[in-house]
């Protein structure tokens, strides 16, 4: 069992004996500054540090911070309410994570000068009737935990509850059990914590146990208070839930209690503060020494001021579990609570009373808020990535909303492709979810986000961009040169060229700015080197070097004739020589196969579709024996489609490979194929949908297609 201690993040615990951690404040906690209270809030915040010695239940074994106040004068007590609420704390207290919400009668003139202080910092306070969510939401996010999903384990201590407390036990507990789903919980919803995460309109009492051992406790002080709360979790085997920080463990005091002077209760309507991972509040009842917090409610009743305090302090844990590190006023003295103090007090639905709460998105105290919100999205890095395809990558907070989410993506930011919608749930937790974006090009710069929709509305993540995977064309020129072509990150086509003769690799920028993989090769007879690639305007362009002259010249195919017709190009393009003519081949942008012819009797380039429906980028050769020309792609169903030019009649004919066996076993394809010619028999390789590699090879002998899976 941990040894109770109002420790929090900056705190070392050394032998039972904390110290502040050399050279830091606790989490949220103001460091020393030349404002407000000006350098006898520094000297004050020296005077701590030397003060920091703790019992093994937080009291101060010696105390230096009572003469610093007697020193500085008042505006060590302004420093020390920025940090626990109180004007002059409870030594006890001084320099904890611990917030106070105080009594009425602690402050000189009562309710009164509160409430017209309230006014003055808040003119809004009392109710919105103008202006409402104008200005600059004064809570601000300091970057410590939230409860995201509060549980609550009720401890009510002393057998008086059943007796003179029995109303305002009975009034607790309906307040606690009627938050989950509820207007009051929901403004809560609003408040986020890192990563993404907001809190639930879901809370859970989790535990409720009465004391019984003692009709009233006696003598109370911070070190009976951790008793008592370990005591609990001990009998009731609550130890699991010390260590969540979503767990509320909520004191309750009896009617009757007394305390030691030194607890200060007479000042104090109760408090919270960070046990471990968890949070505890607790909460007097006004009788005795804590009378003056009865000034709460405006009816002057006991069990209305109790739970009025109960939900004052529940809803400054959840929002700022280690006081002054989560969501905080902007001059870094009031919590959720606070900022709606002295607001009259308000009936819920189910009867129980409670303090209104600060709403940022109306800018006022509220009692209810019925907000639905949108999703929040958050677009990440994508991964997976491929020639043709990538994993795209984002996280959705749906808000308690059922919410559904898709990607966006394109090669500009006006996007033009999505994948399908899918469901996100309805958590109030960021959920990492993913999608695969298919029939993409190799080589290209593509944009995407996250887009979620819900009834809150529809939420867009930031634009992010990937590239696919880019691959060089290469070929031997001779024996004494080996060059690659490929497409360079700032879209040029460039040239690694290996030459024999002195043992080295060369890099050359080419030019043009091309879209996805180039295509290559060389015209046998006159030695030109030939590049070809997908422009940025879509069209297709050649790069080739003439020996004659030691030259690139960059070409667009089809830029001499006038018109737009030619700037079709959706995808890379493959090319050959055949003879005195080249072709090259691509997917156009309304999906058939395209060629352009150049035909060196008489200098010109022309353009045909060939038709089908292709799904990614084609692949060509000859077939030297018989001039046919062969072109392959994946089509739009997933199969494997042939255009094949046959020279003895002058005709393309379209054709799907396996077609014509029946059943759906070859329409299977993944990606892009890739062919050749062996002997007479053609080969033609592809991804499947499963990863593996497929084979379709015809066989001429018997003239089929064959399928087979490597």
Known sequence: MRPFSMEGCGYRQFGGVGHLARGSAPEGEPQESQGRAGTSSARLGRLRRSARVFTRHGLFATSLVGAALAVLGAAPALAAQNVTGLAHPPAWAVGKRVHFFPSPSAIPNGLQKLQAGQRAR????????????????????????????????????GSNWNGEGAAAKAQTETFFSGLSGSTYQSILSQYSG???????????????????????????????????????????????????????FVLLIAPESTYASEFGAGNFCGFHSAYGTATYSVDLYPSGVVSGCINHDPERNPANALVETASHEYAESATDPR?????????????????????????????????????????????????????????????????????????????????????????????????????????????????????????????????????????????????????????????????????GTNGAIWQWQWEKSNGKWHSTELGGQ???????FVETASGNQDVYFRGSNGAIWQLQWEPSNGKWHLTELGGQTGGEIWRSAAGSPVAY????????????????????????????WHL???????????????????????????????????????SSNHKWYLTELGGQTGGEPWRRAGGSPAAYL?????????????????QWQWEPANHKWSLTEL
């Not at 104008?134 to 509060?150: A, N, V």
């Not at 070190?223 to 370990?230: A, K, L, P, S």
């Not at 062996?678 to 499947?688: A, I, N, R």
């Open 122 to 157: 808040h003119p809004r306070g009392y109710a919105c009737t103008s202006g409402c969510g104008q200005g600059t939401p004064p809570l601000i996010y300091r970057g410590g935990s939230i409860e995201q999903s509060p549980q609550v384990y009720l401890i009510f201590w």
């Open 194 to 248: 890192p990563p993404q995460s907001y809190i639930s309109a879901t809370a859970t009492v989790a535990g409720n146990w009465t004391d019984t051992s003692v009709p009233a406790p006696s003598n109370v002080s911070n070190g009976t208070v951790g008793r008592e709360i370990e005591k609990a979790i001990s009998s009731q085997g609550w130890q699991s839930a010390q260590e969540s920080v979503n767990t509320q």
């Open 323 to 487: 006081p002054l590190a989560g969501w905080v006023s902007s001059d870094g003295e009031y919590e959720i609570g606070d900022m709606c103090a002295w607001v009259p007090r308000i009936t819920l639905p189910d009867g129980a009373h409670a303090t209104e709460l600060w709403d940022n998105r109306q800018n006022a105290c509220a009692s209810a808020d019925t907000t639905v919100y949108p999703p929040d999205v958050s677009t990440t890095s994508a991964s997976g990535l491929q020639e043709i395809q990538a994993t795209l990558n984002g996280t959705v907070t749906s808000r308690g909303q059922s919410t559904t989410y898709h990607f966006q993506y394109g090669t500009t930011t006006d996007y033009g492709s999505s994948t399908a919608s899918n469901p996100a749930g309805s958590g109030y937790g960021p959920v990492s979810e993913n999608a695969t974006a298919t029939g993409l090009e190799a080589g290209m710069t593509y944009h995407y986000r996250i887009v979620a929709s819900s009834a809150g509305g529809t939420s867009y993540g930031s634009d992010q961009t990937f590239a696919t995977v880019s691959k060089p064309a290469v070929y031997m020129n001779g024996t004494a040169t080996q060059d690659a072509y490929f497409r």
């Open 514 to 520: 091309a879209l996805g993989n180039p295509t290559a």
């Open 577 to 604: 020589a055949n003879g005195t003519t080249q072709s090259v081949y691509f997917r156009g942008t309304n999906g058939a196969i395209w060629q352009w012819q150049w035909e060196k009797s008489n200098g010109k």
């Open 608 to 646: 045909t579709e060939l038709g089908g429906q292709a799904a990614g980028d084609p692949t060509a050769f000859v077939e030297t024996a018989s001039g046919n020309q062969d072109v392959y792609f994946r089509g739009s169903n997933g199969a494997i489609w042939q255009l094949q030019w046959e």
């Open 678 to 694: 062996d002997e007479g028999s053609q080969m033609v390789y592809f991804p499947g949908t499963s990863g593996a590699i497929w």
